[in-house]
């Protein structure tokens, strides 16, 4: 079942802050947070696992509510580096993951 | 190091041909995963090698064909594929194919146009 990511596009200025939402209506295992550039591979950020623990990397962090099925993506102080598309990853029990639709972030100067 | 090559990085081919892709990785992971990416859309899973044997085949066309000839190495067969195989085929791996705990690192991708 293909997670829910909102929204979808996100337009900032560098130095604003966004967050990012991902959802399941299935219980998740964990949560994967992927950053991909035009023309790149998925590059890894960060993975969340039952608990509801909350992560961070760089100015970038999450968290995630199991009950819920929820996990939100912070970047804070965004940098013009921040800009690409986040996908959201959830696993279930069938050991696969599946990727939301992803969120289109673009931070300007 | 978390590196996973692929080759070639891009691919043109008729519908008549066939070719390999290739992607490799020497942090000892013994999970293995192929990936097809069409433009503006997530990564979608094709198939999945643990312990060098296929554990998970999406329903794929048997025009796709993997192949994991040892624990560093994964190869995808492609014949007489069509014009809407065109796509971004990515390779990842991890430690070991575990119930989501596991990172997955994907490599650059081989981007294949059909003709």
């Known amino acids: 079942q293909q997670p829910v990511q909102s929204p979808q596009a996100v337009i900032l200025r560098e130095g604003e802050d966004a967050v990012i939402n991902c959802s399941s209506s299935?219980?998740?295992?964990?949560v994967h947070w992927y950053r991909q550039k035009h023309g790149e591979a998925p590059v890894f950020l960060m993975i969340?696992?039952?608990?509801?623990e909350q992560k961070g990397h760089e100015k970038i962090s999450a968290s995630f509510n199991e009950k819920k099925q929820q996990s939100s993506l912070y970047l804070t102080a965004s940098q013009l580096s921040y800009s690409g598309t986040y996908f959201c990853?959830?696993?279930?029990?069938?050991?696969?993951?599946?990727f939301g639709k992803g969120t289109l972030l673009t931070v300007n100067p | 190091d978390t590196e996973v090559t692929q080759t070639p990085k891009h691919l043109v081919m008729g519908m008549t041909n066939k070719k390999s892709l290739k992607c490799e990785q020497h942090m000892g992971h013994r999970a293995m995963y192929w990936y097809k990416q069409k433009a503006k859309k997530p990564p979608e899973l094709m198939f999945v090698y643990s312990y060098e044997k296929l554990s998970i085949n999406e329903s794929v066309p048997s025009r796709f064909s993997p192949e994991c000839p040892n624990s560093s190495l994964l190869n995808l067969h492609l014949h007489a594929l069509q014009p809407e195989d065109s796509a971004l085929y990515l390779c990842a791996s991890s430690r070991v194919l575990a119930g989501g705990s596991e990172t997955q690192y994907f490599g650059p991708g081989t981007r294949l146009l059909v003709l």
């Open positions: 969340l696992l039952k608990g509801g």
């Open positions: 299935k219980a998740l295992y964990s």
């Open positions: 990853g959830t696993v279930g029990s069938n050991y696969k993951l599946t």
